[in-house]
């Protein structure tokens, strides 16, 4: 993280990640920040049963 900035994205307040240099990799930063919305945003009930169809 020390090596990222964030860039706007519209004017909702979403952001996005900058590297800061050519030879900076930030695909696990994106990553985890992807990971993290699609856990504050699912709609999936943990507590019911899935069945799987054969």
Known sequence: MAN???RPIG???AFGWNKA???ID???LVAC???LQGVWTT???PNRRQHVMH
Do not use: E, L
């Open 26 to 28: 930030i695909s696990p």
């Open 43 to 45: 709609c999936r009930n």
């Open 11 to 13: 004017k909702s307040g």
């Open 21 to 23: 240099g050519f030879d």
């Open 4 to 6: 990222a900035t964030t």
């Open 33 to 35: 920040t992807m990971a």
